[in-house]
């Protein structure tokens, strides 16, 4: 896999929560005892070389995780034939990785709150590899199918905790730019991992791309633990605390707008290909390097998006998401022609990626001391309107109304999330002071968990 883009992210001399002010010195993290372990009494700072290494251990297991997500849609017919199973038998395979994920994103979290990062990542990409094993030697369907749900399970916990550990490795001014890194694992995996691992199923049988993610996942064990900061966890991380995300309104809002604007994405993707098929009259040959710009369109999303979060996360939200109104919209028109067609695609992942960042970034700033577990969620909730987009896109066509309508159907569910987030960003507006406070305590948790030196000794402010 290639190093994510230069998105500017070398640290700050200050520090990695430079930028970012958290009031008098007393508010500082207490100085671990005497005979902890050294991970979590003796962080390692980042220093100017080792920031991008450790993003690109982290967006490894991205790539990972979306070769399987995907390249297992690719698969299905060669799984299905191979078990003696009907395509719609074997597709219970993408639902049991789906349910894993919104099952494991807050289990995981919430269980390894007390738990270093690090360690938590890795005990997480280790549990990735396990089920890919353990797929790959799956003798019938109702074991592979176990064997999904467990590869499903760390997930949305890997990418949550993974940008929480991103965005500390950075000031607080990138860090926006530190969680699309993290995300750029997903979106190149559309280029170049799905393609290839899809390539060698067909070659040498499902069960070697099973084995190729496998050794993709201990890859990224390895590679986290020798370039990944050995950070301290936040003293006062607790089940508890990581609980407190989901008594918070914010972080409803926010994972409501996800579940329902997201959804729109997956009403038009889920049915892409029968879409530029049977309407747009391309070739069934030409669909890959087409469905290729979407993931060319999400990389490209994802680095603007990151950026524009550390410009101001609200505006990017709210611009993003008339962005993906706009090209559902434009689809309904674009699908008539195969070039347009192309183009409309390309869209739909530009503007899919440019909100994901900010999206991310706006749970870890309302969770108040709970990233992991609202970062997580985000992922868990994408899944939901995954299911939710595909459903009602599917109601959609059974109706007879055609692919082209699947546009509309994206754009009003684009629309209401768009709708959600007025609403949210309007209740803080009559909130702020409190607001403020909690943001400010998130973006503080950050900062106490990677500090390199004695906190005591910080000026106010600097941390």
Do not use: C
Not at 312 to 337: D, E, N, Q, W
């Amino acid at each position: 896999m290639t190093p994510p883009l230069d998105l500017g992210l070398a640290p700050s001399t200050a520090g990695p929560s430079a930028g970012i002010s958290t009031g008098p010195s007393s508010d500082a993290a207490p100085v671990p005892p005497a005979g902890l372990d050294a991970e979590r009494s003796a962080p390692v700072a980042p220093g100017p070389r080792s920031v991008t290494p450790a993003l690109v251990a982290l967006a490894l297991g991205g790539f990972a995780i979306g070769v399987t997500e995907f390249a297992s849609m690719g698969l299905l017919p060669t799984i299905a034939g191979s078990l003696g199973v009907s395509e719609p038998t074997a597709g219970h395979l993408i639902s049991a990785y789906a349910l894993g994920v919104v099952v494991g994103a807050p289990a995981l979290a919430v269980l390894g709150a007390r738990v270093s990062r690090r360690a938590l990542l890795i005990a997480l990409i280790g549990l990735f590899a396990a089920g890919h094993v353990a797929g790959a030697l799956a003798p019938d369907l109702t074991s592979l199918t176990i064997a999904r749900f467990v590869s499903g399970l760390p997930h949305g916990a890997y990418f949550g905790v993974a940008a929480v550990v991103a965005a500390s490795l950075v000031p607080a001014a990138r860090r926006g730019r530190a969680i699309a890194s993290v995300m750029l694992g997903l979106t190149v995996a559309n280029i170049i991992g799905v393609p290839v691992a899809t390539a060698i199923g067909q070659a040498w049988g499902w069960r070697a791309a099973f084995w190729l993610v496998a050794a993709l996942g201990v890859v990224t064990m390895v590679g986290v633990r020798l370039v990944v900061p050995a950070v301290r966890r936040d003293a006062s991380a607790s089940m508890t605390q990581e609980l407190t995300a989901l008594s918070r309104l914010q972080v409803w809002l926010t994972l409501a707008a996800g579940v329902v604007g997201f959804g729109g994405i997956f009403a038009v993707y889920t049915y892409i290909t029968s879409t530029l098929t049977e309407t747009a009259g391309l070739s069934l040959g030409w669909v890959p390097l087409v469905l290729a710009l979407f993931g060319v369109g999400m990389t490209l999303g994802t680095v603007i998006g990151g950026r524009l979060a550390d410009w101001s996360v609200p505006r990017t939200i709210l611009l993003g998401m008339v962005g993906i109104v706009a090209v559902m919209v434009l689809f309904t028109v674009a699908t008539r022609h195969p070039l347009t067609a192309a183009g409309g695609v390309f869209l739909l992942g530009l503007a899919t990626a440019s909100t994901m960042p900010a999206m991310q970034a706006r749970l870890m700033d309302v969770a108040d001391g709970a990233q992991s577990l609202a970062a997580s969620l985000s992922h868990a909730a994408g899944n939901l309107g995954n299911a939710l987009g595909a459903w009602l896109g599917g109601v959609v066509i059974a109706a007879g109304l055609g692919y082209p309508s699947l546009g509309w159907v994206g754009g009003a569910l684009a629309a209401a999330g768009l709708l959600v987030m007025v609403v949210a960003f309007g209740i803080d507006r009559t909130t702020r002071p409190h607001r403020s406070v909690v943001i400010a305590r998130g973006r503080a948790v950050l900062g106490r968990s990677t500090s390199a030196t004695d906190d005591a000794t910080s000026k106010p402010g600097t941390r």
